[in-house]
């Protein structure tokens, strides 16, 4: 474990390896006082409640307590924090519903759940969290409709609800979210068709769509950018659209598990990169 001393709080990229941290900010009372600001206990096989006493650290910006064994719920303790933006308890065991209290929370930009035991619809509190930057809230027991308090999220880049159990469509307020970079809805129980709006996104770089009905036509993506897209097993029929073989930046395309039509171009097959799938038996 690491324990550093900074006056400034860096958020560090989730994906990188694993660094446990207590970090410290020393520049309190003419740089006579330290504070913790940044608390990170990763994979350390941590059992028992999430613990509410940790709201005595009120100074702290960063909590990262996932991939461990931890039970019960976010406590209601931890919106006495008024400086917490990051709050990552992905890979435990906690469960019931989300809280409701989420107005607190006034600078939370990271908010991840996943792989818990979470349950219940998503209360439409956490459309007050309007600074968040990325919501995961993928592989839980998550049932409902997605509050339409949500679409006031207008500063989320990511967005991942994966593997859950929701119903209805997917909502055409995601086109209000202009800065969204990311956005993963693998087997989320959302069902077509695929908003008009949300294919107007122009700063996608990552979509993913698996295992549900009522995408029949291809989108017409207006992003330029796209890296990733898997639109797989969506229901799709008809030609894919021929912008996909030109997207300058895609390197990674799933199209399998549809009826799609027509030929792949030429260019494509010719400059074809690993982890591209158009399911060739599929195409007439």
Known sequence: ???????????????????????????????????????????????????PKLAKLRHLRSIDLSANYLTGTIPPEW????????????????????????QHFKNLKFLGVEGNQFSGTIPDELGNLTKLVKLDLASN????????????????E????????????????????????????????????????VACLENLIDLR????????SF???????????????????????????KLPNRTRLYLTGNMLSGNVESAFLINNKPNMYVSPACMA
């Open 219 to 245: 989108p017409v993506l207006s992003s330029k950018v796209i890296e990733t897209l898997i639109l797989r097993n969506v229901g799709l029929s008809g030609p894919i659209p021929s912008y996909i073989w």
């Open 158 to 197: 990511q967005l991942w609800i994966s593997d859950n159990k929701f119903s209805g469509t997917i909502p055409a307020y995601i086109g209000k979210w202009s800065r969204l970079r990311k956005l993963s809805l693998h087997a989320s129980g959302l069902k077509g068709p695929f908003p008009d709006a």
């Open 1 to 51: 474990m690491r324990f550093t001393k900074s006056n400034d709080h860096k958020q560090a990229d989730r994906n990188l390896e694993v660094n446990n941290t207590i970090a410290c900010d020393c520049s309190f009372n003419n740089n006579m006082t330290c504070h913790i600001t940044e608390l990170s206990l990763v994979n350390l096989t941590l059992v028992g409640k999430v613990p």
């Open 141 to 156: 027991q998550f049932t409902g409709s997605l509050p339409i308090t949500l679409a006031r999220l207008v500063n989320l």
């Open 209 to 216: 769509i698996s295992d549900t009905t009522g995408i029949n």
């Open 79 to 102: 919106v006495s924090m008024p400086y917490l933006t990051f709050i990552w308890l992905c890979g435990n065991r906690l469960s019931g519903n989300l809280p409701t209290w989420w």
